[in-house]
């Protein structure tokens, strides 16, 4: 008697120990009794009595990550391949919900999925899917909490992390990208050459504009030089005409002498004989008399034509007066 009491008193100790349990942090356990629901035990120390208590599951009350690729077509007939990252968690207050009325919900959440970007994406073309991802995020996110709420699943996030359209896509879009950047730095090129060019312009119609005005104000102290040298020969009694002449030839000698003092000049004068000069200078002092004679000769015609012109009028008013008569 003595042995069986031990061995039952050893089975009921194992027995009684069997029905203490410890729920993990984030976790819940569905306890039945009898195969119908009984409770729900949170994280900590438990019991459930043996035999008649069974933990039916485990919930993970984590927020999970599911990853989603879908593949569909642009509004523009560009096939590509969406990767969709959902991060979902079961409610608190529906976990019951969340283990018996979903077999599957992974499967449930990429149904939704497929179905939301299935009917967003064919709406835009493949530069609108790039740019307006968060919507398409959104669209999903909004789909699956109101039809997950139900099943006792909240959706914390939905995320369009990637991308993916055909590679010869990629490339003829890498193609339109450098293609307009080389159009850019054209545009910049031509841009700059032509402000160098204006620039140029402008550098050149200044130094253009700085030529004349020097040359403008060397003529102008050379005919002041002149006019000193005049004025300086007329007061030793040389006049204007012969002062000209010898100016005249002074430079022409000058002109000579710097000529010469070039050693690799081959610039020949003609004429330039020895006896050019002296002709110059008769030739100029010809001219120069000449030109005063033709000048005092218009003066005397001029005022002989005033004389004679009243005497025209006397004869004019006679032959009237005897005309009347």
């Known amino acids: 008697m003595g042995i069986f009491a031990i061995v039952f008193g050893l089975i009921g100790l194992a027995t009684l120990f069997s029905g203490i349990f410890t729920v993990k942090q984030q976790t819940a356990y569905i306890i039945e009794r009898f195969g119908k629901f009984h409770s729900m035990r949170m994280p900590g120390l438990h019991f459930k009595i043996p035999y008649a208590d069974v933990t039916a599951g485990r919930i993970n009350l984590k927020i999970q990550q599911l990853d989603v690729i879908v593949e569909t077509k642009t509004k523009d007939n560009v096939f590509v391949k969406l990767k969709v990252s959902v991060q979902f968690r079961v409610l608190e207050e529906s976990m019951f919900e969340a283990f018996y009325k979903l077999q599957n919900p992974t499967e449930q959440i990429t149904a939704y999925v497929f179905d939301t970007v299935r009917a967003e994406v064919p709406k835009m073309r493949l530069d609108d899917v790039f740019e307006r991802k968060d919507d398409i995020a959104h669209a999903i996110r909004r789909e699956l909490e109101e039809a997950m709420n139900e099943y006792g699943y909240g959706i914390v996030k939905a995320l369009v992390t990637d991308i993916d359209p055909d590679q010869s896509v990629k490339n003829a879009m890498n193609h339109i990208n450098a293609a307009e950047r080389k159009k850019l730095a054209a545009e910049y090129e031509g841009e700059a050459e032509r402000i160098r060019i204006v620039a140029k312009a402008k550098a050149e119609a200044e130094s253009k504009r700085l ?107 006679n032959t009237s007066e005897q005309a009347q008569q």
């Open 211 to 317: 030529q004349g005005q020097g040359i403008a104000d060397q003529r102008r102290e050379i005919a002041k030089g002149l006019e000193e040298s005049v004025d300086m020969l007329n007061k030793v009694g040389i006049n204007s005409q012969e002062a000209s002449a010898l100016i005249v030839v002074t430079q022409h000698y000058d002109t000579l002498q710097q000529i010469g003092q070039s050693t690799n000049s081959n610039l020949i004068l003609l004429p330039n004989a020895p006896s050019s000069a002296s002709d110059m200078l008769t030739h100029m002092i010809s001219s120069f008399s000449a030109t005063q004679k033709l000048g005092e000769m218009n003066s005397i015609g001029r005022k002989s034509q005033a004389l004679e012109a009243p005497k025209e009028e006397i004869y004019l008013e």
